[in-house]
């Protein structure tokens, strides 16, 4: 082979090699850019992976009229003597069950982030997504009776999903919040003397208690 040749040979080797090289920067390049891209995007756009729940929809509370007698749980005799040897106790009933007031709780820290981008809160254990049925006031029939006779539970924290979404404007910072909103419901109990043994109707008393109970209704959204 003339030396012009093998000459040639060398360059088209090298300018092949070169020619190589060029498209292994572009792809190396592209690949970065991608990944910078999804980066920003993963930071900005926090759409958290779903979470158990214990609730996909509020519980509804139960306001139907309760006909049941109870005893009171902190008495520690249930049954007394009259002079006229009649044993006699007492019993209460639920006589009203309704709703009174909405209450807000204190507003929770969402996701944040820079647009331009979508911001989404959804179901995730990253977040505080508890809520507490609380009761206060006098309920001699018991918070559980109460809160059987609602349809709710009392004092157990429980989970409900969430579900927004926001639009963050090109160099803009936001973030989610959220907070909890309760109904407020107010249930009646009136004292009643049972008359043992004479098969006569329970006597209602002028003795009434009044508990008050709050029970989680949905999440209330907004952004800051």
Request: hydrophobic fraction near 35%; charged fraction near 15%; avoid cysteine.
């Amino acid at each position: 082979m003339s030396t012009f040749s093998m000459r040639n040979v060398h360059i088209d080797y090298f300018d092949a090699l070169e020619r190589r090289n060029n498209k292994l920067k572009k792809v190396f390049f592209i690949s970065t850019l991608l990944a910078i891209f999804l980066i920003a995007t993963s930071s900005v756009t926090e759409a958290y992976a779903s979470g158990s729940v214990d609730y996909e929809k509020a519980p509804l509370v139960n306001l139907n009229n309760d006909g049941n007698f109870y005893r009171p749980v902190d008495e520690n005799s249930s049954s007394h003597f009259s002079p006229q040897i009649i044993v006699y106790y007492y019993e209460w009933k639920i006589t009203g069950k309704k709703y009174t007031a909405t209450h807000y709780s204190g507003w929770r820290a969402g996701p944040s982030g820079d647009g331009p981008a979508t911001l989404t809160l959804s179901d995730s254990t990253s977040v505080d997504r508890g809520f507490t049925n609380t009761i206060s006031g006098q309920y001699p029939v018991g918070a559980g009776t109460i809160a059987a006779s609602l349809g709710v539970t009392l004092n157990v924290t429980k989970t409900y999903g969430t579900s927004y979404s926001i639009y963050i404007p090109n160099k803009v910072h936001r973030q989610i919040i959220f907070r909890s909103v309760y109904n407020v419901y107010t249930v009646t109990q009136r004292e009643y003397m049972v008359l043992g043994g004479t098969g006569a109707a329970p006597v209602p008393m002028n003795n009434y208690k009044t508990a008050t109970v709050n029970v989680f209704s949905h999440w209330d959204y907004s952004w800051r």
